[in-house]
T-cell receptor
Framework: ETGVTQTPRHLVMGMTNKKSLKCEQHLGHNAMYWYKQSAKKPLELMFVYNFKEQTENNSVPSRFSPECPNSSHLFLHLHTLQPEDSALYLC??????????????FGDGTRLSIL | QKEVEQDPGPLSVPEGAIVSLNCTYSNSAFQYFMWYRQYSRKGPELLMYTYSSGNKEDGRFTAQVDKSSKYISLFIRDSQPSDSATYLCAMGSTGFQKLVFGTGTRLLVSP
């Protein structure tokens, strides 16, 4: 496999459920990112990991909990979500962070719907 | 004022037209500029990557950066129905780990 792979592609959950999103990159990158994409809004950066260490938490509510066990895998654990959390969640990777000359490569996202 | 401004469209053109997509920005520290293409139900795909001012060409695509005007453009020549997608601009700078994205412009190319 190549690129950035996200699973599941679609997820419907109730507000009291707990679920996890998974991201895996096969590009040999050291930085991984979670973004939220909502209609008519710019991509919202949520979390950044560089060499497995979290370097950015963009004031994300605690009902979103990231985990990065190694440079190739990234998870987003979800619990007690709200209807406004329904969106497309995108994972991205880049060679490293701290340098704007590192283009990010994206997965196809998980479309999340909260009932 | 938003850090990056991009017209959401939709922009509708006939097949074969030259398309111009644009973004303006306010932060003069931005040095690296990217264009991503996003098809429906897919993630953004990197199309073009440029540094500082000037032009870069790749096939039917030309990216142009004017730092003095804080304005970037993506030109698509001989547009095809397969170019129908949302185009996102993004920019960053050295020592700044975030990329800042525009809202995206939806392009529709009709046969």
């Amino acid at each position: 496999e190549t690129g950035v792979t996200q699973t599941p592609r679609h997820l419907v959950m109730g507000m009291t459920n707990k679920k996890s999103l998974k991201c895996e990159q096969h590009l040999g990158h050291n930085a991984m990112y979670w973004y939220k994409q909502s209609a008519k809004k710019p991509l919202e950066l949520m979390f950044v990991y560089n060499f497995k260490e979290q370097t950015e938490n963009n004031s994300v509510p605690s009902r979103f909990s990231p985990e990065c066990p190694n440079s190739s895998h990234l998870f987003l654990h979800l619990h007690t979500l709200q209807p406004e959390d329904s969106a497309l969640y995108l994972c991205a990777s880049s060679r490293t962070t701290g340098q704007g000359n590192q283009p990010q490569h994206f997965g196809d996202g998980t479309r999340l719907s909260i009932l | 004022q938003k850090e990056v401004e991009q017209d959401p469209g939709p922009l509708s053109v006939p097949e074969g037209a030259i398309v111009s997509l644009n973004c303006t920005y306010s932060n003069s520290a931005f040095q690296y500029f990217m264009w991503y293409r996003q098809y429906s139900r897919k993630g953004p795909e990197l199309l073009m990557y440029t540094y500082s001012s000037g032009n870069k060409e790749d096939g039917r695509f030309t990216a142009q950066v004017d730092k003095s005007s804080k304005y970037i453009s993506l030109f698509i020549r001989d547009s095809q129905p397969s170019d129908s997608a949302t185009y996102l601009c993004a920019m960053g700078s050295t020592g700044f780990q975030k990329l800042v994205f525009g809202t995206g412009t939806r392009l529709l190319v009709s046969p």
